[in-house]
């Protein structure tokens, strides 16, 4: 601005003086004043010029300044700009890089729902498979029910003409056993009277006429010197439990002495039975075995507290 103000009065002298010759050919006296003002202006002129130069290093000097601050600022505003842009740039990256890590994700996401999608379409063919297999081994399965089914109905229809026969050979067999029976029974009966006969002579001879005289015991005998039974077998066969009659079992008279067998074991009474025993004792009283005193003796439930008939056993 200082070097516009400069130029345009230089500018204006020069058209005062040029404006002041051709105006004014011929001197005068106010020529002459005019000339001397001219010349006043021009020294002005010439002051003003030289002041101009005096000043036009500093007004060069401010403005290099102007320019250099204006360049500082057009830098730093240059170097916001860039730092902005850079900023721009770094932020646009980082959308950049999320853009892809969620287009990564949404890959990955893709990816692992195609294999989620094929590992259901493979299981589902699977259990297609399984339901099919399952299927195939009910019909295979009630195909064996049906024929089991008939298989069984066969087999109870054989077993109902099995049991029909087996009646009818039981039947027969019965009618058979009823016929045997009948005719064993008249021989039974027929020997039965024979051996009851010979049994009650038999036991009538071995008869005591006085028991208590008659009687001795195991001690008296000089001790036993049968068979003995192991204590097992005896307390499951015999004892007090454990009674009979004598006249269903085998029956034997050796030397005399009449025997009969028990328990796959024979018994021979050493004593003659009591003579308050009935005569028919063998066929209507419950005896036992019982082991006492170091022998064993025969017992007559019929008279608790009486001694029992001393007897000797043996294969």
């Known amino acids: ?168 050979q039981r039947a027969r067999q019965q009618q058979q056993t009823q016929n045997t029976q009948h005719a064993q029974q008249q021989r039974s009966q027929e020997q039965r009277s024979e051996q009851e006969g010979e049994q009650r002579g038999d036991w009538q001879r071995h008869r005591a006429q006085n028991f208590a005289s008659e009687h001795r015991t195991w001690q008296q005998r000089g001790g036993y010197n049968g068979y003995r039974f192991p204590d097992a077998f005896y307390r499951a066969h015999y004892g007090e439990a454990h009674s009979f009659r004598v006249y269903n079992l085998p029956f034997r008279v050796i030397g005399g002495e009449p025997r009969f067998q028990y328990g796959g074991y024979w018994f021979s009474p050493v004593d003659p039975y009591p003579d308050y025993w009935d005569n028919d004792w063998y066929q209507t009283d419950d005896v036992y075995v019982s082991y006492y005193d170091d022998g064993y003796y025969l017992y007559n439930r019929r008279y608790p507290g009486r001694p029992g008939v001393a007897i000797s056993i043996s294969f």
Request: aromatic share 2%; hydrophobic share 15%.
């Open 1 to 168: 601005m200082k070097r516009a103000g400069v130029i345009s009065t230089a500018f204006l002298s020069f058209l005062l003086l040029g404006a002041t010759a051709f105006g004014y050919p011929q001197p005068g006296p106010q020529q002459d004043k005019n000339k001397e003002q001219q010349q006043k202006q021009d020294k002005q002129s010439q002051r003003g010029q030289q002041q101009n130069r005096s000043q036009q290093p500093q007004r060069a000097q401010q403005q290099q300044q102007n320019r250099n601050t204006q360049q500082r600022a057009q830098n730093q505003q240059q170097q916001r700009q860039n730092t902005q842009q850079r900023a721009q740039n770094q932020q646009q990256q980082r959308q950049n890089t999320q853009q892809r890590a969620q287009q990564q994700q949404q890959q990955n996401r893709n990816t692992q729902q195609r294999a989620q999608n094929q590992q259901q379409q493979r299981q589902n063919t699977q259990q297609r498979a399984q339901q099919q297999q399952q299927q195939n081994r009910n019909t295979q399965q009630r195909a064996q029910n049906q024929q089991q089914q008939r298989q069984n109905t066969q087999q109870r229809a054989q077993q109902q003409q099995q049991q029909n026969r087996n009646t009818q």
